[in-house]
């Protein structure tokens, strides 16, 4: 590592390990080293700190309590992992307790003041701030049809943190021009209250739509509206097609983060 991406990992590991403002219906709870929610979509599983301090059979009882505190309340859980995180064979031991790999995504970093360059988008597309959950279920069923999978669940989420958090909390859409505007790509921003950081999130595009640009130009948006809003930091958990055009846009790879998920049995 180099000293610019070694500070980014350690501003990371400082203020982007916590669970962020509880929302409605949502219970947040420590459980020894680790933060836990649940109650929203899924419950989730954090470490505040990238060493568990536990080893062996102590480090197995903890994951055993969080995998039967969600079976009681018949809840999937998400466990999030990072490349760096000590000891180094949780990913075995969540293997071994059910938990399931999900795809990992490698975690960059970058400066909203580098990002924010002069990236319009293509011809044919326009940019645009929504608020109204008429917007948020044209980006759910974007995500649907993009992931083919149900993404409804996407509505209420974007919904209530718009509407909670406008200085915080900012969705684009790409959409082609009139006279039927149709949603082709849709990414937000989530600030981290209380830091410099916000993370960047979404970005999926139709595939007739993709190669031209959009996913660039949503990057620099949101950096822009970053700056405006006195947001140092970017960080984004990328998918392996993302990850080289951030790192060609100038963000820094620090880490990985790999999601392991429990699901309760089919009754």
Known sequence: MTDLTTALLAAYDEHLRGLGPARDGEIQQA?????????????????????????GQELDELIARQRDFFAA?????EWKTRGHDLPADLPQ?????????EA?????????????????APEGITLRRVTARTDMRRIAALQSEVWGEDWSFLVGDLTENAAADPDG???????????????VSAAWLTRAPGTEFAGLWG?????????????R???????????EHG?????????????PILGRLGMHAVTTTTPYVWTPPAS
């Not at 031991?93 to 790999?101: E, N």
């Not at 990992?104 to 319009?120: D, H, K, N, Q």
């Not at 909390?169 to 949603?183: G, K, M, R, S, Y």
């Open 169 to 183: 909390f900012l969705v684009v859409v790409a959409e082609t021009d009139a006279p039927a505007p149709e949603v």
């Open 203 to 215: 970005g999926s595009t139709l595939a007739a739509w993709r190669g031209r640009g959009i996913y």
């Open 31 to 55: 459980d020894g080293p680790l933060l836990r929610k649940s109650g929203g979509f899924r419950g989730f599983v954090t470490s505040p700190t990238a060493d568990l301090g536990l080893r």
């Open 231 to 243: 947001i140092r930091y970017l960080q984004v958990d990328a998918s392996p097609d993302s990850t």
């Open 73 to 77: 309340r018949g809840e999937a859980v």
């Open 93 to 101: 031991r969540l293997t071994a307790a059910g938990f399931v790999a």
């Open 104 to 120: 990992p995504e490698t975690v960059l970093i970058g400066l909203a003041a580098e990002l924010a360059t002069p990236t319009p």
């Open 217 to 227: 130009s949503l990057v620099a948006h949101r950096a822009r509206w970053a700056l």
